[in-house]
T-cell receptor
Framework: DTEVTQTPKHLVMGMTNKKSLKCEQH?????MYWYKQKAKKPPELMFVYSYEKLSINESVPSRFSPECPNSSLLNLHLHALQPEDSALYLC??????????????FGEGSRLTVL | QQQVKQSPQSLIVQKGGIPIINCAYENTAFDYFPWYQQFPGKGPALLIAIRPDVSEKKEGRFTISFNKSAKQFSLHIMDSQPGDSATYFC????????????FGDGTTLTVKP
């Protein structure tokens, strides 16, 4: 079983709703990521947190707002989404820098449907 | 420079066959080449990975072959089983920037009983 836990597994929301996706890992990783994955496509990097600080934002619309409250938790706040934002949202973590092996540890994802 | 090209897009083999999936990269700064396996409704999981200082790595029925000069690497699955049916993504990154992995487009493998 994955050591990166994501909740909820499924989420349906309207375009005016505000919701949040949550991610938790207890592997001591200091790098955490949000990816978006459309059907039959590879994961696309959205955000990178390094030592709880946002280090990369891959030009993601402001309706997606990430937050890293501590080294184990990562949130993705959603507001005023569009139907095209429907996708599988994956959280991942890894060791940071030269202490890492390069491996990404993915959660099982949150399947988001925007109506 | 950042692309990873993966082929084929889909692959169907009989049980016991040896599917081969190929990837090519451009950026010579990459030093970590993983393969991720993803089942429907699940997140990707690392299957096997290789660093550029070796030409082959084997773990169980899975083998990566790596050709540094050609900038290509491939996944071989020996004695494939129906349970291997999944989508496989190759990727390339620098170890110090694991999250900036560049993924191939994926290969959907179907192993028929």
């Amino acid at each position: 079983d994955t050591e990166v836990t994501q909740t909820p597994k499924h989420l349906v929301m309207g375009m005016t709703n505000k919701k949040s996706l949550k991610c938790e890992q207890h592997m001591g990783h200091r790098a955490m990521y949000w990816y978006k994955q459309k059907a039959k496509k590879p994961p696309e990097l959205m955000f990178v947190y390094s030592y709880e600080k946002l280090s990369i934002n891959e030009s993601v619309p402001s309706r997606f707002s990430p937050e890293c409250p501590n080294s184990s938790l990562l949130n993705l706040h959603l507001h005023a989404l569009q139907p095209e934002d429907s996708a599988l949202y994956l959280c991942a973590s890894s060791f940071q820098g030269t202490s890492g092996t390069g491996e990404l540890f993915f959660g099982e994802g949150s399947r988001l449907t925007v109506l | 420079q950042q692309q990873v090209k993966q082929s084929p897009q889909s692959l169907i083999v009989q049980k016991g066959g040896i599917p081969i999936i190929n990837c090519a990269y451009e950026n010579t700064a990459f030093d970590y080449f993983p393969w991720y396996q993803q089942f429907p409704g699940k997140g990707p999981a690392l299957l096997i990975a290789i660093r550029p200082d070796v030409s082959e790595k084997k773990e169980g029925r899975f083998t990566i072959s790596f050709n540094k000069s050609a900038k290509q690497f491939s996944l071989h699955i020996m004695d494939s089983q129906p349970g291997d049916s999944a989508t496989y993504f190759c990727a390339a990154s620098m170890v110090i920037h694991a999250g900036k992995s560049t993924f191939g487009d994926g290969t959907t493998l179907t192993v028929k009983p």
